[in-house]
Nanobody, 125 residues
Framework: QGQLAESGGGSVQAGGSLRLSCVAS????????MGWIRQPPGMEREGVAV???????YYADSVAGRFTLSRDNAKNTVYLQMNSLKPEDTAMYYC???????????????????WGQGTQVTVSS
């Protein structure tokens, strides 16, 4: 089935930027919706963004206008560009995939599988 590997997390000050990458080990991910899910400390997982195989992306209201999700199917990679970061963006960020079920644009964490190990993002004020 393959695996997902995230990278690009780190510590930044509020207003800064980071770009997360998620590399899929199998070409089959090219046909899947790819999403980023985050889990703030002590809180539930929440959907951040999702992108269809054709490149249509949807975002959580909390990140719309600040985050941009893109994919390069030739490289089996999805990118999450995060700008104007806020302390409330602090979380472990996970890459995951699904088969674009009905309502896939709602970015429901329970719809995703094949989770990566995650990459930590910490934003200080």
């Amino acid at each position: 089935q393959g695996q997902l590997a995230e990278s690009g997390g780190g510590s930044v000050q509020a207003g800064g930027s980071l770009r997360l990458s998620c590399v899929a080990s199998a070409y089959t991910y090219r046909t899947k919706c790819m999403g980023w899910i985050r889990q703030p400390p002590g809180m539930e997982r929440e959907g951040v963004a999702v992108i269809s195989p054709g490149g249509i992306a949807y975002y959580a209201d909390s990140v719309a206008g600040r985050f941009t999700l893109s994919r390069d199917n030739a490289k089996n990679t999805v990118y999450l560009q995060m700008n104007s970061l806020k302390p409330e963006d602090t979380a472990m960020y996970y890459c995951a995939a699904n088969n674009c079920p009905t309502g896939w644009n709602r970015i429901r964490p329970g719809d995703f599988g094949g989770w990566g190990q995650g990459t930590q993002v910490t934003v200080s004020s």
